[in-house]
């Protein structure tokens, strides 16, 4: 949305509010649900939030998400180049000295693109100098 609001953007912006408020209270609502249903309401609730963001976003903060993406694609493509996921223990956290051993990288560089993934959410840090699997990250394991 730019500085100056149109009244239809903020028509619009009423409009996505109080269908992403429908969607949230379905899902969290809504009894036991299919793996169908569930993955509807949930692409919903997702399209939903991005067409806000859209809408509100400044071409700054565009390009900033855009460049935080492709950082985070990157970042990503080079754990698995070199292994990284693999090494990470998936109850527990490894020092980032002892995952550097194990993938052969550079532990400062490795710190680095680690950082970025913590930053982003796809890993986690448990203390000063130890990372950790999330969710996100988890999914990069073989079989996955």
Known sequence: MSTHRSVEDCHALRQLGTNL??????YTLRGKMNLAQE??????ILKLTRDIGNLVAQPQEQWLSHSIQSN??????LFDEWHVFQ?????????????G????VDVPLLRRIA???VAT???TEAGPDRVAHTARSAI???GN
């Open 121 to 123: 959410g796809v890993l």
């Open 87 to 99: 090494h990470i223990p998936l109850e527990q956290p490894i020092s980032y000295m002892e995952l």
């Open 140 to 142: 990069f394991l073989p």
């Open 72 to 77: 985070e694609t990157a970042a990503i493509e």
């Open 21 to 26: 408020l429908g969607a949230i209270t379905e």
């Open 101 to 104: 051993e194990h993938v052969e």
């Open 39 to 44: 993955t509807s309401l949930q692409s919903s």
């Open 115 to 117: 950082r970025m993934l």
